[in-house]
């Protein structure tokens, strides 16, 4: 019978490492593409390069990066460090039948969001128009292009990087037909009055990006999906309030259809994704 990989990596490490510090290597992981990212503790800082080669090995990638600091920023960008293998940490990460191509050290990619991107594939139809909003490299662009095949989907990213990633991700997954990549912020580029659902896939108080969300809607009509970080205690009715409060200066109204919990965010708060139903009054 073949070992369980951290017992392998464990073993593998016994004549590399205190024997002490065994038990504290971590024993989770991400592998995007043949790219793993692990979070290292400080102890380990003199080993970190024999700890990376022997993760790579074991589990079979070119390259180990450490988080060193989660995610940051507007454009949510990871913080990790190349501690063993190739520089060029480009990789091509297959999920649910979907080809990203990324670069893990400078763009990141959530496997927490992975039910999410699943859930997102086939909510669409062929008689739908979608606004990606926060398209990044295309995560649910692509599934739902791939998937649910609307009638046409305009993808908003503003970071250069991602944009070009989303580009050649729209082309490597044959939707270019039915996928156009726009650059810049989605509160100046997004097309008014186009779609019949948008998708909001961002956390960083996206309360702020509600008003383009609406304005997106054909005559303020259709499905928002609406992610945001929130305490537990309050969801779903104080969010609901601010939805409310903008479909009301729209001339609206806001159906809740059904609020997810996508991941852990930070004690007490959870990121969420809330579907909602606009309306006229
Ligand atoms: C990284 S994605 C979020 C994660 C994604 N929902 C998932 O499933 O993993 C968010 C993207 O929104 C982009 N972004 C942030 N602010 C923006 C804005 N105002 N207009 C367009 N894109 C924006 C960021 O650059 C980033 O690529």
């Known amino acids: 019978m073949t070992e369980i990989p951290f017992i392998q990596i464990k073993k593998s490490l016994l004549n590399e490492i205190p024997s002490n510090l065994i038990n504290r290597l971590p024993q989770k992981w991400e592998?995007?593409?043949?790219i793993l990212t692990i979070v290292l503790p400080s102890i380990f800082n003199e080993n970190k390069k024999i700890i990376g080669e022997k993760y790579a090995e074991i589990l079979n990638c070119k390259t180990v990066l450490n988080d060193i600091g989660g995610i940051k920023g507007e454009f949510r960008v990871p913080n990790v460090e190349l501690i063993y293998g190739s520089k060029n940490t480009e990789t091509v990460h297959k999920e649910n039948g979907v080809k990203y191509k990324l670069d893990p050290q400078k763009l990141m990619f959530s496997s927490g969001n992975m039910d999410e991107r699943i859930r997102?594939?086939?909510?669409?139809?062929?008689?739908?128009?979608?606004?990606?909003?926060?398209?990044?490299?295309?995560?649910?662009?692509?599934?739902?292009?791939i998937y649910s095949k609307p009638k046409k989907i305009i993808a908003c990213e503003?970071?250069?990087?991602?944009?070009?990633?989303l580009s050649e991700n729209i082309i490597l997954n044959d939707v270019s037909s039915i996928v156009e990549p726009r650059m810049g912020d989605n509160r100046e580029i997004a097309p008014?009055?186009?779609?019949?659902?948008?998708?909001?896939?961002?956390?960083?108080?996206n309360e702020r990006f509600l008003s383009a969300a609406f304005d997106c809607l054909i005559e303020h009509c259709g499905i928002i999906h609406y992610h945001n970080?929130?305490?537990?205690?309050?969801?779903?009715?104080?969010?609901?309030?601010?939805?409310?409060?903008?479909?009301?200066?729209k001339g609206c109204k806001a159906e809740l259809l059904g609020y997810y919990n996508v991941k852990s965010y930070a004690p007490g708060i959870n990121h969420?994704?809330?579907?909602?139903?606009?309306?006229e009054k």
Do not use: C, W
């Not at 008014?192 to 108080?205: H, P, Q």
């Not at 929130?230 to 409060?245: D, L």
């Not at 969420?272 to 309306?279: A, E, G, K, N």
């Open 31 to 34: 592998k995007i593409g043949d």
């Open 120 to 145: 997102m594939a086939n909510i669409s139809n062929g008689n739908e128009t979608v606004v990606d909003l926060f398209a990044g490299i295309g995560y649910f662009t692509l599934p739902i292009a």
């Open 158 to 165: 503003k970071n250069q990087i991602a944009f070009n990633y």
């Open 192 to 205: 008014k009055n186009f779609a019949n659902r948008v998708i909001m896939g961002y956390i960083e108080e």
């Open 229 to 249: 970080t929130f305490p537990n205690h309050a969801v779903p009715n104080k969010p609901m309030k601010t939805v409310e409060e903008e479909a009301n200066k």
């Open 272 to 279: 969420y994704v809330f579907d909602l139903r606009i309306d």
